[in-house]
């Protein structure tokens, strides 16, 4: 039985589409996920969605939830988005679902790829914006990087095993800690999961010749994060990102890996929430009220009235 968000809207996670496991922050069970609270989402209890849909779809599909039920974030929803093949698609069928969930606005995590989208989402509603703070996880601001941009085009003709290939090229092959082990082991599961078509999707939006404008979304909260261990992003992709975002917040991890979700859950999630704290008391507060004590509420409403009498 599936979940469909629209009328034959297409939608799509980031990076490779992998579906979360339970020690993955709640914040980024899409990789490019909402953390706005459920309850300014559908407003009717929660219905269970099927498990993973195998093959291409052409609509965004709600799976089992993650366990442990409402948090800190609210109730968590598990998304799986179809194939892609441009960033304008992708952008138009996420605003498709925010507008089927009536959110106006929201925090986006993304990692790797989903940084890259959620970045490219911004910009492309920023003359009506509905992105309201952005976490960027390993993350690149131009696909170039990648120098893949002259094969991009082709992914779509390439066999899945071919495929596949190109992507364990990226994983860490050295020795690492059994938390790291797990993560490699649990996305190389995933990524065994997919089909051509969606392999192919997703290679083709990692490469495809595009890079982040700037100046479309210099007015959002951004904060980014990183890890000082091996990832696939090179030192010149991470020191461009800062140099695109001088005023962003950083967060870094001393490991972690391409994968620092998975096996440093708990300190991304600390991020995550340190970097919601700023927007306490207003309209896009994102974490539940019951966990911020009263004066962390007061420190954060004083900042804000500060900040409000500058601009």
């Not at 390993?138 to 991009?152: E, G, R, V």
């Not at 950083?250 to 096996?263: D, E, I, Q, V």
Request: hydrophobic fraction near 35%; charge should be neutral; include cysteine.
């Amino acid at each position: 039985a599936e979940r469909r968000f629209g009328s034959g809207e297409r939608a799509g996670p980031s990076s490779l589409g992998h579906a979360p496991r339970p020690q993955r922050p709640a914040s980024c069970s899409l990789r490019t996920a909402c953390c706005a609270r459920e309850s300014r989402a559908l407003g009717r209890p929660p219905r269970p969605g099927p498990s993973r849909l195998h093959g291409p779809r052409s609509y965004w599909s709600e799976e089992q939830p993650l366990e442990g039920g409402e948090g800190t974030w609210g109730r968590p929803r598990q998304l799986q988005y179809p194939v892609y093949w441009d960033h304008l698609e992708f952008c138009d069928g996420f605003r498709k679902l925010l507008d089927h969930l009536q959110l106006d606005k929201v925090h986006l995590f993304g990692a790797s790829l989903g940084g890259f989208l959620a970045q490219k989402f911004a910009e492309y509603t920023h003359k009506s914006p509905r992105v309201h703070s952005l976490i960027l996880c390993n993350s690149f601001s131009d696909t170039s990087i990648f120098n893949q941009t002259w094969t991009a085009n082709s992914f779509w003709l390439m066999p899945a095993f071919m495929l596949k290939k190109i992507v364990l090229g990226n994983f860490s092959s050295g020795p690492v800690d059994p938390m790291m082990a797990d993560a490699i082991d649990f996305m190389v599961d995933r990524l065994e999961s997919l089909g051509q078509s969606e392999l192919a999707s997703r290679l083709t939006l990692n490469c495809q010749n595009s890079y982040v404008e700037p100046h479309k979304i210099r007015d959002i909260p951004v904060t980014i994060m990183d890890v000082f261990d091996q990832s696939a992003l090179s030192t010149e992709a991470k020191e461009e990102m800062y140099k695109l975002y001088p005023n962003a917040r950083r967060a870094h991890l001393k490991t972690g890996g391409n994968f620092p979700y998975l096996c440093r859950s708990a300190e991304v999630n600390l991020y995550v929430q340190i970097h919601l704290l700023q927007f306490h008391g207003t309209k896009y507060a994102a974490i539940d009220p019951s966990m911020v004590s009263a004066e962390e509420l007061e420190v954060q409403k004083g900042s804000l009235g500060i900040n409000q009498e500058e601009q």
